[in-house]
C-alpha cells in the first residue's frame, strides 16, 4: 500500500528472511516477509508467540540485519549503509515503544524525553521546551519532575511514548505497548497512541497479542512461522 497520490512508503520490507545457525542447523525466523507502512497508517503485528515479531520490529527498526531482502526507510535502502550510518537514520526517523517503558530511574519524566534531543544535538533549552510540550500533549503536564517510580504503570508508558515522538520520528515501532497494562490503561493510552499517529502523520507498526486493539488499527498483518499470511 502507498500514500495517495503516489508516495512512498515510511517503511518497506521486500522478501526479507532472517536466519540462524544452531548446533548445525539452521533456523529460519523470517521467511520472505514483505509490507509497507504510508504516513499516517497505524498496522496491527499480530502472531503466536515465537512467530518472529520481535525479529521482525527489531530489523524493520535498523537494530539488526536481515540475512536477505531489502529494508527501506522512507525510501532510503538501508542495507548498504554502514553501522555509523544505520545508527544516525535510525536516531533521525525511528522512534521505539516497548511493552516495558525502559525509563531511566534517576531521571525525571522531563529529563527522559528530552534526552534523546540532547543526544541528536539540540540545546538543553529548547528540548526541555520541547520535552514540557509533548509531555502536556500525552496529560503529564503536572508530572514533569516525578521521577518513574512516583509515576503509575499508565503514565510512565505515556513517558515512553513521548520519548518516542521526542525527535519528530517518521515511523514508530512498537512492541506489545499496552501489555503490561490493565484493560482500562490499555485502552486509554491505545488511544493517545493512535491519536498522536494521526495527528503527526507517523507511520506504525505495532506488535501486539491483544486483538481487539488489533482490530481498531488501519491493517492487521498475521505472523505465522516467519511468514505474513492472509486474513
Not at 540475512?67 to 526517523?93: H, Y
Not at 528540548?127 to 521521577?147: C, F, K, T, Y
Not at 517518521?170 to 486509554?188: C, F, I, R, V
Not at 494521526?198 to 488501519?218: S, Y
Request: zero cysteines; proline letters at 4%.
Amino acid at each position: 500500500m502507498s500514500e495517495p497520490g503516489g508516495g512512498v512508503p515510511l517503511l518497506r520490507l521486500d522478501g526479507v528472511t532472517r536466519s540462524f545457525n544452531e548446533a548445525g542447523h539452521t533456523l529460519e525466523v523470517l521467511r520472505g516477509v514483505a509490507l509497507s507502512i504510508d504516513p499516517g497508517e497505524m498496522v496491527a503485528l499480530v502472531g503466536p508467540s515465537g512467530a518472529g515479531k520481535s525479529t521482525l520490529l527489531h530489523i524493520s527498526g535498523l537494530l539488526e540485519r536481515p540475512t536477505a531482502g531489502a529494508v527501506l526507510i522512507d525510501g532510503q535502502e538501508a542495507g548498504t549503509l554502514s553501522d555509523q550510518a544505520r545508527t544516525a537514520l535510525r536516531r533521525a526517523a525511528i522512534g521505539f515503544v516497548y511493552q516495558f517503558h525502559h525509563l531511566l530511574p534517576e531521571f525525571t519524566a522531563l529529563e527522559n524525553v528530552a534526552l534523546p534531543q540532547i543526544i541528536a544535538g539540540v540545546t538543553r533549552r529548547q528540548a526541555n521546551e520541547a520535552a514540557g510540550a509533548l509531555l502536556q500533549r500525552v496529560g503529564l503536564a503536572e508530572r514533569l519532575s516525578h521521577r518513574p517510580s512516583q509515576l503509575s504503570g499508565g503514565e510512565q508508558q505515556r513517558v515512553a511514548i513521548a520519548r518516542a515522538l521526542s525527535n519528530r520520528p517518521k515511523l514508530l515501532l512498537a512492541d506489545e505497548p499496552t501489555g503490561n497494562l490493565d484493560q482500562h490503561t490499555a485502552d486509554d493510552v491505545f488511544d493517545l497512541l493512535q491519536n498522536l499517529v494521526k495527528e503527526t502523520r507517523t507511520g506504525a507498526l505495532v506488535a501486539t497479542h491483544n486483538l481487539a486493539l488489533a482490530g481498531r488499527m488501519d491493517r492487521v498483518l498475521d505472523l505465522r512461522d516467519g511468514a505474513i499470511v492472509s486474513r
